[in-house]
């Protein structure tokens, strides 16, 4: 997991908080798509940067970036050392994630009550009073 002391610098700002730091370094498509392939199993970096029209220091920067944000870890330094995907990180994104779908399905829940309310006003004829509408 990802420590509250590290920092990451991503366009010109320095973030201590880990779920920040995961959004941030899976902002980037390239960086999405190596997570993606490490969901497959663990590949070094050279294995990693063979389908991109990019150095594999590029591709390296990439990874550095998703090992600060405990993404991605790797035993040594090196491109033939394996890459490994930290799954338990998506665990912190998926209760954040949940927490704030959960709101805005009781959200929906109210509304579509009220949306109910107003038609069942409107078939005996009832129209609201602006007490009742504000």
Same mark, same amino acid.
């Given at each position: 997991? #990802? ?22 370094? !899976? ?7 190596? #997570? ?28 550095? #970036? !998703?090992?600060?944000?405990? !993404? #991605? ?11 490994? !995907? ?49």
């Amino acid at each position: 997991m #990802v420590s509250s002391t590290k920092w990451l610098r991503f366009g010109g700002y320095e973030m201590s908080d880990s779920l920040s730091q995961v959004f941030a370094a !899976l902002a980037d498509p390239t960086r999405r798509d190596l #997570v993606a392939r490490l969901t497959d199993g663990d590949a070094t970096v050279g294995q990693l940067a063979a389908p991109y029209r990019v150095s594999v220091q590029a591709i390296s920067k990439h990874l550095k #970036v !998703l090992e600060q944000a405990g !993404l #991605v870890s790797r035993c040594a330094e090196g491109h033939r050392s394996p890459v490994h !995907l930290e799954a338990e990180v998506f665990d912190l994104m998926t209760k954040w994630i949940e927490r704030y779908r959960q709101r805005a399905e009781a959200r929906y829940r109210r509304l579509d009550a009220v949306l109910a309310e107003m038609d069942d006003d409107e078939e005996v004829g009832h129209r609201p009073t602006r007490e009742e509408t504000a």
